[in-house]
Nanobody, 122 residues
């Protein structure tokens, strides 16, 4: 059974940083692309960042490019999202997801975590 468990969310002031982690189990981790998505109240879920199985390729939403960094440690079956220069509009529930397909193709993500809340105050 695939499980993805996010951690690291919380309340931070604008301009601050947070690092999200997602621990995976029940899958051959390095064979899966991993991604981070977010959903703000009243809005649709959106792609934030994705990373290939090897970690050699990444993709970002334009809204976070240059501020967020996705990385993975295949020895620990964990993917990370380092978030810097946070803005109030980054406030959302952040979800970790796994895909057997391409890391940049949103529809291929089939496994999801329960989400972690990130709140950025102004």
């Amino acid at each position: 059974q695939v499980q993805l468990v996010e951690s690291g969310g919380g309340l931070v002031q604008a301009g601050g940083s947070l690092r999200l982690s997602c621990a995976a189990s029940g899958l051959a981790f390095s064979s899966y692309a991993m991604g981070w998505f977010r959903q703000a109240p009243g809005k649709e879920r959106e792609f934030v960042a994705g990373i290939s199985g090897s970690g050699g390729s990444t993709a970002y939403a334009n809204s976070v490019k240059g501020r967020f960094t996705i990385s993975r440690d295949n020895a620990k079956d964990t993917v990370y999202l380092q978030m810097n220069s946070l803005k109030p509009e980054d406030t959302a529930v952040y979800y970790c997801a796994a895909s057997r397909g391409a890391y940049f193709v949103v529809d291929t993500y089939g496994y999801w975590g329960q989400g972690t809340q990130v709140t950025v105050s102004s």
